[in-house]
């Protein structure tokens, strides 16, 4: 049987009655209990922007607002359900999310968000935050996801606030906010120590230290080191098997430090993997095809009330990010190319809340960056000689944005938001303002009604303007412009008390210019603006949280894209989660369980597709079953299903397998 054909008996059967046990547990584990991705709402908003409690959300609005009143679909991932659920990426984490489906070619991971992810964009169109901090460089123009700080260990929470949000934040936020909130010293209170092995084989070590001096002075610190093997054997069908061709190895530190009104925070990570499927033309299943990414992230911040309805914020901040490639090819002239990519960037930022006439809140702000890019590489010969070397690019650019935003209560049960955002590039000679307006209407305690509707940009990434001169120099497409969105969107939100919640929206997106990859007369890679896109579609969502500690969650979504050329790739029409947690033995043992299901998807081969995409995760958790211990282990991908990815345009297949079933098992003790 090819990728993505059905045989109307084999590969349906099968997985026909994996789903319909599934389906059966899900449906008795709901009928006890379901639980919940989001805890119960509190009206009151915590005012601190950095840690904020559970009931509030400071990326919707930039200052923090309880989650029912802020104009967006929010979803927060809290550090139990990361524990619970056995999340051991960020992207395995939003993939739980409403909207949100994963690919992945064993290179990178990428998150599509409502019907729309172009293989291999890094991420582009979703913005990401540490503690509020933007990350996305303007190099690759995104982030990898699998830099993040260690999940179970490091993260407190994660909210994710769907929609466009250049009103606030500029490029990048076009589909969703993913604000990544570290933990705090005072919730650690002393250190950690952390070991992890898997099956693929796997280990993983991590450690862990927080509290607060006599002093106030609040500080965490975070460490990790993995190596893991990955995926033993990849068959590729007609283009041969990769062996031990799939590893990885990660390392990264995160610090932070808060004392009265200053906060501080320091990222470092670095991982290197090896790419087994032959991206760019390489050999397919040859260890010494490696990506090495290298993040470096530095912000101190001062945030002070000035009085009972004003507060400032002022941070400096520096980040520097660093890609490395090496990539093996069967041509004896040309048997290996390097290449080098760094993209260093120095900003501040000031930003001014204020409450006035008691209807309004008002948040101004202004920002300035500036950024050094280069490009470097060579090839080599099968003997290690330079046979070609990069002329290589350099581009420094600036820019500027100011943003505001102002939340008018204009009867009691309705509030307006109104905002919008300014940026100047100046060496792209760009300019862009976008808006953004929203009603939200309380139309009873229990029933929320919000009216969304707003534009986002994403500026063309250093990479897409200038790659092609790896062989030239400068700026290849001086003309590229902006990818532009436009978003109409309706969300109900009901809470039925006793801890059920249920969410439905409704969006349509507008997406234009998108940048696609194309190969011009010389056989260099040329980005453009080809592809305009419309998305509808529809989410919805059902949580519950009973006091016994049963909790669960389902949603679903359908969308339809379309461009002029008929459906986009890689854009599912279905998406399911189910999750659920039980617990064993008190709050000793926990039972977590999250299905995923994503439906056929298209290939850049016209008329193939690849196959639905069930997954089963099983997690067991254990907290202070022993004094000072704590176990996990997971399960993922229970059934070991053979799911597939669609390659992007740099890959050489154009269906990628997806992992099989990994065991880990992870042991913390407790100073």
């Known amino acids: 049987m090819g990728h993505g054909q059905d045989n109307g008996t084999g590969w349906r059967e099968r997985n026909g009655r994996h789903s319909c046990c599934r389906i059966a547990r899900a449906l008795l584990l709901l009928t006890g209990a379901a639980a919940s991705l989001i805890p119960a709402c509190s009206r009151a908003a915590d005012e601190d922007l950095l840690f904020a409690e559970i009931p509030t959300v400071y990326a919707a609005t930039r200052h923090a607002e309880p989650v029912s009143q802020v104009p967006a679909a929010v979803t927060i991932i809290t550090r139990d359900d990361i524990r619970k659920y056995g999340y051991r990426?960020?992207?395995?984490?939003?993939?739980?999310?409403?909207?949100?489906?994963?690919?992945?070619?064993?290179?990178?991971?990428?998150?599509?968000?409502r019907g729309l992810s172009l293989p291999t964009d890094y991420n582009a169109r979703i913005l990401f935050l540490l503690n509020g901090l933007p990350l996305d460089d303007m190099y690759f123009g995104g982030l990898s996801v699998?830099?993040?700080?260690?999940?179970?260990?490091?993260?407190?929470?994660?909210?994710?606030?769907?929609?466009?949000?250049?009103?606030?934040?500029?490029?990048?936020?076009?589909?969703?906010?993913?604000?990544?909130?570290?933990?705090?010293?005072?919730?650690?209170?002393?250190?950690?120590?952390?070991?992890?092995?898997g099956s693929d084989p796997s280990g993983r070590g991590v450690f862990t230290y927080g509290g607060t001096l006599t002093n106030g002075l609040d500080v965490f610190l975070s460490g990790h080191y993995e190596n893991g093997r990955g995926e033993r054997s990849l068959s590729f069908g007609q283009f041969g098997t990769a062996h031990n061709a799939d590893g990885q190895w990660l390392a990264d530190g995160f610090l932070s430090a808060q004392y009265q009104d200053f906060f501080a925070q320091v990222w470092y990570a670095d991982r290197v993997k090896e790419i087994p499927t032959g991206q760019f033309g390489t050999i397919i299943g040859d260890d010494d095809t490696t990506t090495e990414d290298r993040w470096y992230v530095?912000?101190?911040?001062?945030?002070?009330?000035?009085?009972?309805?004003?507060?400032?914020?002022?941070?400096?901040?520096?980040?520097?990010?660093?890609?490395?490639?090496?990539?093996?090819?069967?041509?004896?002239?040309?048997?290996?190319?390097?290449?080098?990519?760094?993209?260093?960037?120095?900003?501040?930022?000031?930003?001014?809340?204020?409450?006035?006439?008691?209807?309004?809140?008002?948040?101004?702000?202004?920002?300035?960056?500036?950024?050094?890019?280069?490009?470097?590489?060579?090839?080599?010969?099968?003997?290690?000689?330079?046979?070609?070397?990069?002329?290589?690019?350099?581009?420094?650019?600036?820019?500027?944005?100011?943003?505001?935003?102002?939340?008018?209560?204009?009867?009691?049960?309705?509030?307006?938001?109104?905002?919008?955002?300014?940026?100047?590039?100046?060496?792209?000679?760009?300019?862009?303002?976008?808006?953004?307006v929203s009603l939200v209407w309380s139309a009873t305690e229990d029933t929320l009604v919000k009216l969304l509707y707003?534009?986002?940009?994403?500026?063309?990434?250093?990479?897409?303007?200038?790659?092609?001169?790896?062989?030239?120099?400068?700026?290849?497409?001086?003309?590229?412009?902006?990818?532009?969105?436009?978003?109409?969107?309706?969300?109900?939100?009901?809470?039925?008390?006793?801890?059920?919640?249920?969410?439905?929206?409704?969006?349509?997106?507008?997406?234009?210019?998108?940048?696609?990859?194309?190969?011009?007369?010389?056989?260099?890679t040329v980005f453009r603006n080809l592809a305009d896109v419309r998305t509808w579609g529809v989410e919805a969502e059902v949580t519950e949280k009973l006091a016994n500690g049963m909790r669960g969650f389902v949603n679903g979504t359908w969308q339809q894209s379309h461009e002029e050329s008929g459906a986009l790739i890689n854009s599912p029409e279905w998406i399911g989660n189910f999750g659920?947690?039980?617990?064993?033995?008190?709050?000793?043992?926990?039972?977590?369980?999250?299905?995923?299901?994503?439906?056929?998807?298209?290939?850049?081969?016209?008329?193939?597709?690849?196959?639905?995409?069930?997954?089963?995760?099983?997690?067991?958790?254990?907290?202070?079953?022993?004094?000072?211990?704590?176990?996990?282990?997971?399960?993922?991908?229970?059934?070991?299903e053979h799911n597939e990815t669609p390659g992007g345009p740099d890959a050489t297949l154009n269906v990628i397998p997806e992992r099989g079933r990994t065991i880990y098992f992870r042991a913390s003790y407790k100073f």
Do not use: C
């Open 146 to 197: 699998e830099l993040t700080p260690d999940m179970l260990d490091a993260i407190d929470r994660i909210e994710v606030v769907k929609g466009p949000a250049s009103a606030l934040y500029g490029s990048n936020a076009l589909f969703a906010t993913v604000n990544i909130i570290t933990r705090k010293g005072a919730d650690v209170h002393g250190a950690i120590v952390t070991g992890e092995v």
């Open 298 to 436: 530095g912000e101190l911040r001062w945030q002070h009330a000035l009085s009972d309805d004003k507060t400032v914020m002022v941070r400096v901040y520096g980040d520097d990010y660093l890609y490395h490639g090496n990539y093996a090819y069967a041509d004896p002239q040309a048997a290996m190319d390097s290449e080098t990519s760094d993209d260093r960037w120095v900003g501040n930022e000031a930003q001014f809340n204020w409450r006035f006439l008691e209807h309004h809140e008002l948040t101004l702000g202004a920002l300035y960056e500036h950024h050094w890019t280069h490009l470097n590489g060579d090839y080599t010969d099968s003997a290690g000689n330079v046979t070609f070397r990069y002329p290589g690019t350099d581009l420094d650019f600036s820019y500027w944005a100011a943003y505001a935003q102002d939340e008018i209560q204009l009867v009691p049960r309705l509030k307006l938001t109104v905002g919008g955002r300014f940026d100047a590039y100046s060496d792209y000679h760009m300019q862009r303002a976008t808006p953004q």
């Open 89 to 113: 990426t960020l992207a395995q984490a939003l993939e739980s999310v409403p909207g949100f489906f994963l690919s992945d070619d064993h290179g990178y991971q990428y998150l599509g968000v």
């Open 580 to 640: 659920a947690v039980a617990p064993l033995v008190g709050d000793k043992l926990s039972l977590g369980v999250r299905e995923n299901y994503v439906s056929r998807r298209g290939t850049l081969e016209p008329g193939v597709e690849t196959r639905a995409a069930p997954r089963t995760d099983l997690t067991l958790s254990s907290e202070d079953a022993l004094p000072h211990w704590s176990f996990l282990l997971s399960i993922q991908n229970l059934f070991n």
């Open 454 to 524: 707003g534009r986002a940009f994403r500026a063309p990434s250093v990479y897409e303007q200038t790659y092609a001169a790896g062989s030239g120099s400068g700026i290849t497409n001086p003309e590229l412009a902006p990818e532009t969105i436009t978003t109409y969107e309706v969300v109900l939100e009901q809470d039925f008390h006793h801890g059920l919640k249920a969410r439905v929206s409704g969006f349509r997106n507008d997406s234009a210019h998108l940048i696609i990859p194309t190969i011009d007369n010389e056989n260099d």
